[in-house]
């Protein structure tokens, strides 16, 4: 009897042929795609950073190694100059960026006449384009009918002044209509995070005597702890890698002093056809951002209870 049973459980659980490839079969589509979108061109860039590949001097095309990663260390004053702008531009968008968006997430996130139309306006910024951000800041800085004029007026400025043109303002100019464009992204994200923040925990500590501030530090941002560090890495990244805003704000200039080292790569790769060596610096950019990404969210401890 016992037998009986055990071989009529077996014929049971009996897989028909090929049943096991079913889940390989059914995931393969989704895998080929990431392949073709993602791995082959990450291993192209690899192939091309080791290769001399100019399309305007074929004669010089070949396996280089690792010259090319030479000349950028050693050889290249611009790579270290665009990569030090990068850190910079990071460091001051993103830093700005978190201070404004928490701030207007937590206005938006109080109950007054207006809210709804007050985190519309709050947003928009978000849904303009890079390039048409830009247009718009380009009439503001207009020295003629922009904002400029108008400071002139008053006697803050020079008439003439050319925010976008001057070294010693280009950089704050640039900063300041990023910030436009960038502060409702945190702004969205820390909000959807402030509602989700259990009333009763307010109601707790205001019961047990917690001040506004204390309430805020307490119960406020370790709540919004993973929101902050999530939104603050996928910014870094994104600004890092920003191109759209800069290219046609500034071009990277006056003098190079704008220039990003994607806006580098761009230079090298698509204006001066030196693919290699474009592919080198990208290759650079993603070790740069991978190391950083690793080491930022371990340090930060996201996703640990607090």
Not at 246 to 266: C, E, I, K, Q, S
Not at 295 to 306: E, M
Request: net charge positive.
């Amino acid at each position: 009897m016992a037998i009986s049973t055990a071989s009529t459980a077996n014929r049971r659980i009996r897989r028909p042929r090929g049943a096991a490839r079913t889940p390989y079969l059914l995931i393969a589509p989704a895998v080929i795609a990431m392949v073709g979108f993602l791995v082959y061109p990450m291993a192209s860039v690899i192939y091309y950073s080791l290769q001399n590949y100019n399309v305007t001097k074929p004669w010089d095309n070949g396996f280089a190694g690792l010259d090319n990663f030479r000349r950028l260390l050693f050889e290249d004053p611009l790579f270290w100059q665009s990569l030090g702008f990068s850190v910079r531009w990071v460091g001051v968008e993103v830093g700005l960026q978190l201070v404004f968006g928490l701030v207007l997430a937590l206005i938006v996130n109080e109950t007054f006449v207006g809210r709804g139309l007050s985190r519309a306006l709050v947003f928009s910024p978000w849904a303009v384009s890079g390039v048409l951000t830009t247009g718009i800041w380009v009439l503001l800085y207009n020295p003629t009918t922009g904002v400029s004029r108008y400071l002139a007026d008053l006697g803050l400025i020079e008439y003439g002044a050319a925010p976008l043109a001057h070294p010693g303002t280009v950089f704050w100019a640039a900063v300041l209509a990023e910030l436009w464009r960038g502060v409702p992204f945190f702004a969205i994200l820390l909000l959807a995070d402030l509602q989700s923040i259990p009333g009763e925990l307010y109601e707790a500590a205001s019961v047990d005597g917690a001040s506004r501030r204390r309430r805020f530090l307490h119960v406020t941002l370790p709540h919004l702890k993973d929101a902050i560090i999530l939104s603050t890495l996928l910014r870094c990244v994104w600004e890092f890698n920003n191109v759209d805003l800069l290219y046609t704000l500034t071009g990277g200039g006056p003098a190079h002093a704008t220039t990003t080292l994607p806006l580098y790569v761009a230079s090298k790769a698509a204006q001066s056809h030196d693919f290699g060596y474009g592919s080198a610096l990208t290759t650079a950019a993603f070790l740069i951002l991978t190391f950083f990404s690793i080491a930022y969210l371990r340090l930060s401890k996201f996703g640990a209870k607090s």
